[in-house]
């Protein structure tokens, strides 16, 4: 029974397109995360949301959109794809927005634009 | 913002000895140090987290030291095993922020 799961796997588009990402965790946890993560394997966090609401949107392009439509899912829109947005993005989640605990993530959507 | 430093991004150790990872944070109203460890194709998992008010915490073969006068922790691996070969990253809360920052990553080799 995976905790926090994210679908596609894997995603192979081409520029210009417009793909989503979809999260969603069975924790009860109150907030949510998207990170990307480069070719160089750095992790850098995109936005976050504490029970529906917004609470973090990084320096991120607008043609990236989060929704999180309850709680428990957190989905990401990617419009007009550019070969830079290729990378694995990671969901996650933690338990209570204001404290301080590990992040539970999810096993990451591989995507690649050609 | 906070910036986490981490040194070194490669390590390798022989089997059976220990390894030593470090980060520098740069917000001092962080209290919050998880380490991850992300193995290859996978995701990262938490292997342990330390609060400020806590100087050192073990488990197992794994222990992080914290240094909050020199805004300074360590991840350090006794007893290394194949199984640790893998990339690790450290973390910081960003104080106000409600967010983790993440340390560039180390990868671990562990030499048979």
């Known amino acids: 029974d995976t905790a926090v799961s994210q679908t596609p796997k894997y995603l192979v588009t081409q520029m210009g397109n417009d793909k989503s990402i979809k999260c969603e965790q069975n924790?009860?946890?109150?907030?949510m995360y998207w990170y990307k993560q480069d070719s160089k394997k750095f992790l850098k966090i995109m936005f976050s949301?504490?029970?529906?609401?917004?609470?973090i949107n990084e320096t991120v392009p607008n043609r990236f959109s989060p929704k999180s439509p309850d709680k428990a899912h957190l989905n990401l829109h990617i419009n007009s794809l550019e070969l830079g947005d290729s990378a694995v993005y990671f969901c996650a989640s933690s338990p209570y927005h204001g404290f301080n605990y590990g992040y539970t993530f999810g096993s990451g959507t591989r995507l690649t634009v050609v | 913002g906070e910036n986490v430093e981490q040194h070194p991004s490669t390590l390798s150790v022989q089997e059976g000895d220990s390894a030593v990872i470090k980060c520098t944070y740069s917000d001092s109203a962080s209290n919050y140090f998880p380490w991850y460890k992300q193995e290859l194709g996978k995701r990262p998992q938490l292997i342990i987290d330390i609060r400020s008010n806590v100087g050192e915490k073990k488990d197992q073969r794994i222990a992080v030291t914290l240094n909050k006068t020199a805004k300074h922790f360590s991840l350090h691996i006794t007893e290394t095993q194949p199984e640790d070969s893998a990339v690790y990253f450290c973390a910081a809360n960003a104080g106000g922020a409600q967010k983790l920052v993440f340390g560039q990553g180390t990868r671990l080799t562990i030499n048979p």
């Open positions: 949301y504490n029970n529906k609401e917004l609470i």
């Open positions: 924790l009860g946890h109150d907030t």
